[in-house]
């Protein structure tokens, strides 16, 4: 069973950035690809970024490419969502999920272990 739990959450101005945090408690962290989705209220839950195990291939979200950058540490065993530019538009709650898989997936559903989530708010 791999717990994870997110960090680094808050409020913040239209513009601003924030780095969110992902401590995962698998000895094994190095094989799961990791990934970042958002819930926002009455809306269904968003992939976000991905990274994969091996050699940290990554996926955005068009809506997120070239404003948000996830990386991971495998010696610390946690990955991380670096959001820069952020916008009313990406008020959500975040989770942090893994998978036991090499490949890189979008979709809620293929994540094995979520984290409970933290509160992102930004205002415009």
């Known amino acids: 069973q791999v717990q994870l739990v997110e960090s680094g959450g808050g409020l913040v101005q239209a513009g601003g950035s924030l780095r969110l945090s992902c401590a995962a408690s698998?000895?094994?962290?190095?094989?799961?690809?990791m990934g970042w989705f958002r819930q926002a209220p009455g809306k269904e839950r968003e992939f976000v970024a991905a990274i994969s195990w091996s050699v940290g291939r990554t996926h955005y979200a068009d809506s997120v490419k070239g404003r948000f950058t996830i990386s991971r540490d495998n010696v610390k065993n946690a990955v991380y969502l670096q959001m820069n530019s952020l916008k009313p538009e990406d008020t959500a709650v975040y989770y942090c999920?893994?998978?036991?898989?090499?490949?890189?997936?979008?979709?809620?559903?293929?994540?094995?272990?979520w984290g409970q989530g933290i509160q992102v708010t930004v205002s415009s």
């Open positions: 698998e000895r094994t962290f190095s094989r799961y690809t």
């Open positions: 999920a893994a998978r036991l898989s090499t490949v890189v997936g979008v979709t809620p559903q293929i994540y094995d272990y």
